[in-house]
Structure formats: structure tokens, C-alpha cells
């Protein structure tokens, strides 16, 4: 049974969701193409990003930079919603901080609640994401639209270091090549972040492909 806290959570999730709707602040974006509206990170999605396991940006993933721990690396959520992504990232994921950008103000709010006691580890900013300081970013998550992403693609280019990685829900990034992986991730049929591909992006590697374990499976049945 779920606590009175989380219940309470749930609630405020739907009020907010709703609100969103009615204050039109992200559907403004979305129709300004200056944004894309608040659609809820499937766990799916998140898990197919950070988890242990299996995630394509966990600890031990070959595309994260050789020299540094994940503890050591920062990630930037461009249009956060309430949180998912940061939380992830930092709970699951291990990262050792993690910034979201969000322009709803009701969103933000519900991001900061989930987040108490998390210190600055995981930190929501209501600001847009055209302002956000990419500069120190080691990776950006990036859940937008088609009208924005040529121009988004361009902002990603000029502001981060060439280290960084760059992961895309649904759309690919024009202007940034091939990506190095693309996985397609399965979601509750129900839910509002369908399924379909994640895209990871290096500035300045070669796209690589995804592990075909069944194929891997059939060659260990070779003699």
C-alpha cells in the first residue's frame, strides 16, 4: 500500500498536470516552437537511460568519459517537468548532480517537493531551456518536439564541451550525425510518453551499434 506521503504526491501530480493544461504555459511553448508541452518521462524511459543494469548511461557505460566516475559528472534535463529525469539521474543513475529546466512554475514547485533532502545534488530551475548554461554539462537529456530541434541541435553544439553526450527522447537532433545508439524502449500502452526510440549523441565519436544479445546468444552456440 502506498504511504500518505506518496498518496498525497499522486494527487498533486493530477492537480498539477491539470493545471498545466489550464495555464497553457507549456502548450504556449510548444505552439511558439520555443518548447515542447509537459508529457510525463515514462519509467521506462528513465530506466533505459540510468538503470544499473541495463541503462545506456549507467557507471560502467563505454560512452561515458574512461577518466572520470559518474559521481563526478553533471546532467541537464532541458524541459524537466517535475523531476523524473533529475531524480534518476541522481538516485539510480549515480551521477553526482544533475539540473533541470523547466518554464511551468507549477511543475517546478511539485520537482522541488520530490526532491527535499536532496540538497543541490538535484536542483530545478524555472527558467527556459534556451537559457540554460550547458557549459559544465557532461550529459543533456532532451525531450522535445520537431520545430525545435534544428535549433536546438545548434545550441547543443555551440555551448557544450566535446566531451559531452547528448540523449533525445522520440526525435532525432539534427546537426549533431549519426547517433552512436539508438534503442527502441517498450512502454505501458496507456502511457502519455509512448514508446519508441532514445537516441544518445556524441559531439565528436563515431555511432556505434547496440549489443544484439540474441544474436550474441546464438554465436556462444557455435563449436
Not at 511558439?32 to 557505460?61: E, H, N, Q, Y
Not at 511551468?104 to 527535499?116: D, E, G
Amino acid at each position: 500500500m502506498p504511504s500518505a506521503f506518496e498518496a498525497t504526491l499522486t494527487t498533486l501530480t493530477a492537480g498539477l498536470v491539470g493545471a498545466n493544461a489550464v495555464l497553457g504555459v507549456s502548450f504556449a511553448a510548444a505552439l511558439l516552437c520555443v518548447g515542447a508541452p509537459f508529457v510525463p518521462t515514462a519509467r521506462a524511459k528513465a530506466d533505459a537511460i540510468f538503470d544499473a543494469s541495463d541503462g545506456l548511461l549507467t557507471k560502467a557505460s563505454a560512452m561515458l568519459p574512461a577518466s572520470r566516475a559518474a559521481r563526478e559528472l553533471h546532467v541537464v534535463d532541458l524541459g524537466s517537468g517535475e523531476g523524473t529525469i533529475v531524480r534518476a539521474a541522481v538516485r539510480v543513475g549515480g551521477y553526482g548532480g544533475a539540473t533541470g529546466y523547466e518554464v511551468n512554475p507549477a511543475l517546478v514547485a511539485l520537482a522541488r517537493l520530490r526532491s527535499l533532502g536532496a540538497g543541490r545534488r538535484e536542483e530545478h530551475r524555472c527558467a527556459s531551456l534556451w537559457t540554460a548554461n550547458l557549459a559544465r554539462a557532461d550529459v543533456v537529456i532532451v525531450f522535445g518536439i520537431p520545430p525545435i530541434m534544428a535549433r536546438l541541435s545548434a545550441k547543443l553544439r555551440a555551448e557544450l564541451p566535446a566531451h559531452a553526450l547528448v540523449v533525445s527522447n522520440s526525435y532525432e537532433l539534427p546537426g549533431l550525425g549519426r547517433p552512436l545508439v539508438a534503442r527502441h524502449v517498450v512502454t505501458p500502452f496507456f502511457s502519455p510518453d509512448g514508446s519508441g526510440p532514445i537516441f544518445v549523441y556524441g559531439l565528436q565519436r563515431e555511432p556505434r551499434p547496440e549489443p544484439d544479445k540474441g544474436a550474441a546468444a546464438e554465436r556462444g552456440k557455435v563449436t
